[in-house]
């Protein structure tokens, strides 16, 4: 079990450019999660996926955020035409599916991105 | 909706002292209780959480909380902090049957010598 893994750890962007994370969970998690986290904030709930099902978007996923899972392992999160509000702390987590385990979601150590 | 309120932005503390971060949630329906501990540029770790039976449930690092019911509390102690327990601490919150996390503001843990 090598745990939750993002690529990349940091980023930084021109406002307007497009940026991509990859996010890859726990090999036997078929949930995969995305959340936000603003300075001073705890973590926000973007989206998530069961398998390569999007089940859940979040309000604060606006037309510029994708997200995608299409072989139901890894997921990317794109964002495109980047905000200076983008800014933030982006983590991903996992878990399994089914019974109480299903609510314990391990996080990867995040991907920062900043916009200048 | 479900809410979590950590009251304690910061929490300073003396080495090999006790200490309690409080969190207080809210919602309508049974819930799962979390904490997590973030180290600096670091993503979130699991301390401990409450799905079922006990109430007093123990974590890594000789942490522990008490989920209260009636008092919709969910307080993380330890009886005593080293320097390294300094991190930022979030309690979360997931109604039972639903997904997702819903996590408090976080509470900043300084263990001074």
């Known amino acids: 079990d090598t745990g939750v893994s993002q690529d990349p750890r940091h980023k930084i962007t021109k406002r307007g450019q497009n940026v991509t994370f990859r996010c890859d969970p726990i090999?036997?998690?078929?949930?995969l999660y995305w959340y936000r986290q603003t300075l001073g904030q705890g973590p926000e709930f973007l989206t998530y996926?069961?398998?390569?099902?999007?089940?859940?978007k979040s309000r604060l996923l606006s037309d510029r955020f994708s997200a995608e899972r299409p072989k139901g392992s890894f997921s990317t999160l794109e964002i495109q035409r980047t905000e200076q509000g983008d800014s933030a702390m982006y983590l991903c987590?996992?878990?399994?599916?089914?019974?109480?385990?299903?609510?314990?979601?391990?996080f990867g150590p995040g991907t920062r991105l900043t916009v200048t | 909706a479900q809410s979590v309120t950590q009251l304690d932005s910061q929490v300073p503390v003396f080495e090999e002292a006790p200490v309690e971060l409080r969190c207080n949630y809210s919602?309508?329906?049974?819930?799962?209780l979390f904490w997590y501990v973030q180290y600096p540029n670091q993503g979130l770790q699991l301390l401990l959480k409450?799905?079922?039976?006990?109430?007093l449930v123990k974590g890594i690092n000789g942490f522990e909380a008490e989920f209260n019911k009636s008092q919709t509390s969910f307080h993380l102690r330890k009886p005593s902090v080293h320097i390294s327990d300094t991190a930022e601490y979030f309690c979360?919150?997931?109604?039972?049957?639903?997904?997702?996390?819903?996590f408090g503001k976080g509470t900043m843990l300084l263990v001074s010598p």
């Open positions: 987590a996992s878990s399994q599916h089914g019974g109480t385990e299903s609510y314990e979601q391990y």
């Open positions: 090999s036997e998690h078929n949930r």
């Open positions: 996926f069961q398998n390569e099902a999007q089940l859940e």
């Open positions: 409450y799905l079922s039976g006990s109430t």
């Open positions: 919602s309508s329906v049974s819930v799962y």
């Open positions: 979360a919150v997931v109604n039972s049957g639903y997904s997702t996390l819903t």
